[in-house]
DNA sequence: CAAAAGCATTGACCGAAATCAATGCTTTTT
DNA sequence: AAAAAGCATTGATTTCGGTCAATGCTTTTG
């Protein structure tokens, strides 16, 4: 149990096996089915998610009550609403499971524990923190100085896994596009 | 000197007066005139820039060299090009003065002895990207879901000492709009 | 297995942003 | 003070994504 969750830790900072069991505690695991809600808009947000096996996304509704995906998250990733979990404000996405999912929760009071007795779950969060940063940097780069091809083409390159699991009116939500658009898009793309 | 970095800093952690020379001396100021560069794409971001005075623009060049700007900082905030300054790549980013500028630079080896000796500059790092990753996923949803006129006139609404002190067209950058194009929206705005 | 729902594609049309060009104003430089 | 550079605005035209509508395919559900 925890298997990928420990393994991405240890990637970031390794841990003694006393330190493990402690963490271990404060853990909860969690299934969702396909379709299945882990937040709502209006709800707020309890937990930081760890997916251990799945898919899920993370998305608002505009003026039009169109989805606009903000993030995909796969095994390995982390997904939460972090302003509404560390401010207790309402949550401004819906997240919900594009698979079936195995997750695992940590709680706000477990985050809040886990920070003061184990050092090293907050280099963890730090280290974490600063690669969800980074790849939305990445991203928010690429929405404001890409054509929609080269964006596309960068996404398919940089997430393939993503471009094979998830519906493709999905991707051109993520992307800020209608499906209609994505689809012309690609048969541009591949008649090149 | 460094008033307001330990001003910010201890809005989030609380310092003895001890924590703060020990961590003053890993400080370096830097002032920067009106059009000079901070870092320029192809060097590798050499350190973390926190403002004490004055405004930048980090901004990258997409295919046509047009200037595409990903963040602006005022005072108060912090500007680098994390990924390169983490990982010792070449910058993706150019990084350059609005104004005149007063500049607090962490070097890669003081921020690194400076997570190893002052746990709560681990906390402050932490809670500086938290809230950097915060801001952005809140722009990344405003541009893929929102009209370019309720964008911009979020944007002033959010950050209105940045459209009183910067030209119009690099907003229009920020934006992901041509400067012509931000002029109509103006108008279309101010005639309701 | 049949019906329904979800999904991708295509066409026609419309509207909005990009592009190209020109103008006048303000700020900076010499 | 004059010249140059930077900037915002406006107009005309083109390009491209959005919208509406229809079709056929695949997957899900009862």
């Given at each position: 149990?925890?298997?990928?969750?420990?393994?991405?830790?240890?990637?970031?900072?390794?841990?003694?096996?006393?330190?493990?069991?402690v963490?271990?505690?404060?853990?909860?695991?969690?299934?969702?089915?396909?379709?299945?809600?882990?937040?709502?808009?209006?709800?707020v947000?309890?937990?930081?998610?760890?997916?251990?096996?799945?898919?899920?996304?993370?998305?608002s509704?505009?003026?039009?009550?169109n989805?606009?995906?903000?993030?995909?998250?796969?095994?390995?990733?982390?997904?939460?609403?972090?302003?509404?979990?560390?401010?207790?404000?309402?949550?401004?996405?819906?997240?919900?499971?594009?698979?079936?999912?195995?997750?695992?929760?940590?709680?706000?009071?477990?985050?809040?524990?886990?920070?003061?007795?184990?050092?090293k779950?907050?280099?963890?969060?730090?280290?974490?923190?600063?690669?969800?940063y980074?790849?939305?940097q990445?991203?928010?780069?690429?929405?404001?100085?890409?054509?929609?091809?080269?964006?596309?083409?960068?996404?398919?390159?940089?997430?393939?896994?993503?471009?094979?699991?998830?519906?493709?009116?999905?991707?051109?939500?993520?992307?800020?596009?209608q499906?209609?658009?994505?689809?012309?898009?690609?048969?541009r793309i591949?008649?090149?």
């Amino acid at each position: 149990m925890y298997e990928l969750f420990f393994q991405e830790f240890n990637k970031k900072v390794a841990l003694t096996p006393e330190e493990q069991d402690v963490i271990k505690q404060y853990l909860t695991p969690k299934r969702l089915r396909k379709n299945q809600y882990l937040l709502q808009e209006g709800d707020v947000c309890k937990f930081i998610a760890f997916i251990e096996k799945g898919a899920l996304r993370q998305y608002s509704l505009d003026e039009n009550a169109n989805e606009r995906i903000i993030q995909f998250g796969l095994e390995g990733w982390t997904i939460s609403d972090l302003y509404s979990f560390l401010t207790g404000e309402i949550a401004t996405y819906h997240i919900d499971a594009i698979e079936d999912c195995e997750l695992v929760l940590i709680s706000k009071t477990a985050h809040e524990e886990l920070l003061l007795k184990v050092p090293k779950y907050e280099t963890y969060t730090r280290l974490q923190i600063t690669g969800a940063y980074i790849a939305m940097q990445r991203r928010l780069t690429s929405v404001i100085s890409s054509s929609p091809e080269e964006q596309y083409s960068g996404f398919l390159t940089l997430y393939p896994d993503i471009a094979r699991r998830v519906p493709q009116h999905m991707i051109a939500s993520f992307m800020g596009l209608q499906p209609e658009t994505l689809s012309r898009i690609r048969r541009r793309i591949s008649s090149k």
